[in-house]
């Protein structure tokens, strides 16, 4: 009984530092000067994909058998398929679920407002925004098909390889900090930083003060979530390899899965959006240039599974939006390849 309390509690305990991580981000982003969308792409990605990595870097860096390194390994591949196919879901499902909230509220009005595709006022707010998406996910299918085609093959200087996708993230991060000019129009007034409620210019310390304490609760949460997991789903009758593959990480993911609830319910779609596809970049780079140089990066039928379906929802996403037909109903059936994943992995782990 106490796994499920801790559980629950953990997980109430990642929403609401999220809450108060994506309000400290944004004053964080403005301090620093840098482009609205690289707000979600990099300072929050960064932020909640960083201590994913440390995990990954602690299991194939110390883990004494082959087992204890895989884990990092099944981290790098199980945390970019979360992210394509449960965090666009979630924020697809969030959307429709905002779209008859405010139905409702102006149904008087009526009208073109409440246009369900994502390029349309009520989502996104412009096509460069769907633009913008697509140029990001390219950039991931890229990065990610030649990581799985690594995990497939053998040859002596594969490790090297591993500091390619790091150098890889820099050139995107440059790029994403870059942008000023392509932010479209802004998402609404910052609100007031938790830490200084009655401030209109927060000092730069509380700030960094409150974004610093979330991230570290957001990491001993989101690390106690995952080890109430691995207890519970042997108690439900699932096997260590199924908790791993399919629990852990959707619980790794969490805090993405958080922010862009929590931003979509504020009305910043393109902050969520670009949170998500921010976080798969460093997912597909970082965590992987450390199993090519920590590892021997071979993958077996689960992980290429992994990888399959990963690639499979980002191309239906990529075709959407290169159809302009992506719609949060769409987005949301993006969630459907983990079910797909789910059903797959039966006969392989048989």
């Given at each position: 009984?106490?796994?499920?309390?801790?559980?629950?509690?953990?997980?109430?305990?990642?929403?609401?530092s999220?809450?108060w991580?994506?309000?400290?981000?944004?004053?964080?982003?403005?301090?620093?000067?840098?482009g609205k969308?690289?707000?979600?792409?990099?300072?929050?990605?960064f932020?909640?994909?960083?201590?994913?990595?440390?995990?990954?870097?602690?299991?194939?860096?110390?883990?004494?058998?082959?087992?204890?390194?895989?884990?990092?390994?099944?981290?790098?591949?199980?945390?970019?398929?979360a992210?394509?196919?449960?965090?666009?879901?979630?924020?697809?499902?969030m959307?429709?679920?905002?779209?008859?909230?405010?139905?409702?509220?102006?149904?008087?009005?009526?009208?073109?407002?409440?246009?369900?595709?994502?390029?349309g006022?009520?989502?996104l707010?412009?096509?460069?925004?769907?633009?913008?998406?697509?140029?990001?996910?390219?950039?991931?299918?890229?990065?990610?098909?030649?990581?799985?085609?690594?995990?497939?093959?053998?040859?002596?200087?594969k490790?090297?390889?591993g500091?390619l996708?790091?150098?890889?993230?820099l050139l995107?991060?440059?790029?994403?900090?870059?942008r000023?000019?392509?932010?479209g129009?802004?998402?609404?007034?910052?609100?007031?930083?938790?830490?200084?409620?009655n401030a209109?210019s927060?000092?730069t310390w509380?700030?960094?003060?409150q974004?610093?304490?979330?991230?570290?609760v957001?990491?001993i949460?989101s690390q106690l979530?995952?080890?109430?997991?691995d207890a519970?789903?042997?108690?439900?009758?699932?096997?260590?390899?199924?908790?791993?593959?399919?629990?852990?990480?959707?619980?790794?993911?969490?805090p993405?899965?958080?922010?862009?609830?929590?931003?979509v319910?504020?009305?910043?779609?393109?902050?969520?959006?670009?949170?998500?596809?921010?976080a798969?970049?460093i997912?597909?780079t970082?965590?992987?240039?450390l199993?090519l140089?920590?590892?021997d990066?071979?993958?077996?039928?689960?992980?290429?599974?992994s990888?399959?379906?990963?690639?499979?929802a980002?191309?239906?996403?990529?075709?959407?939006?290169?159809?302009?037909?992506?719609?949060?109903?769409?987005?949301?059936?993006?969630?459907?390849?983990?079910?797909?994943?789910?059903?797959?992995l039966?006969p392989?782990?048989?």
């Amino acid at each position: 009984m106490w796994h499920f309390v801790l559980l629950i509690a953990c997980a109430v305990a990642i929403y609401l530092s999220c809450e108060w991580f994506v309000n400290a981000v944004e004053w964080l982003g403005q301090r620093l000067n840098v482009g609205k969308m690289a707000v979600g792409s990099i300072l929050a990605a960064f932020g909640t994909a960083l201590p994913e990595s440390v995990v990954t870097l602690v299991a194939v860096t110390t883990g004494a058998t082959q087992d204890a390194k895989d884990i990092g390994v099944g981290a790098a591949m199980g945390g970019p398929l979360a992210l394509a196919t449960v965090a666009y879901g979630v924020t697809g499902a969030m959307l429709l679920y905002r779209k008859r909230i405010l139905a409702r509220e102006l149904v008087p009005a009526g009208g073109s407002g409440a246009s369900e595709n994502l390029a349309g006022p009520a989502a996104l707010g412009a096509p460069e925004d769907t633009a913008r998406l697509a140029r990001d996910q390219k950039w991931f299918l890229a990065v990610f098909v030649f990581k799985v085609t690594l995990g497939l093959v053998a040859f002596a200087f594969k490790p090297v390889l591993g500091l390619l996708f790091f150098a890889v993230y820099l050139l995107y991060f440059a790029k994403e900090m870059s942008r000023q000019g392509d932010d479209g129009g802004e998402d609404g007034e910052l609100e007031p930083l938790k830490l200084q409620p009655n401030a209109a210019s927060p000092a730069t310390w509380a700030v960094l003060a409150q974004t610093a304490a979330t991230l570290v609760v957001i990491f001993i949460a989101s690390q106690l979530f995952v080890h109430q997991l691995d207890a519970i789903g042997p108690m439900i009758g699932l096997s260590g390899t199924v908790t791993a593959l399919l629990l852990s990480p959707i619980a790794t993911e969490l805090p993405e899965i958080m922010n862009a609830i929590i931003w979509v319910r504020q009305g910043k779609v393109r902050l969520a959006l670009a949170n998500i596809s921010g976080a798969m970049m460093i997912q597909a780079t970082v965590p992987s240039g450390l199993g090519l140089l920590f590892t021997d990066w071979h993958f077996d039928g689960a992980l290429t599974w992994s990888g399959i379906v990963t690639m499979v929802a980002i191309v239906y996403l990529l075709a959407t939006m290169a159809a302009h037909r992506l719609t949060p109903a769409r987005l949301a059936v993006a969630g459907l390849f983990y079910l797909v994943f789910a059903i797959g992995l039966v006969p392989i782990l048989s």
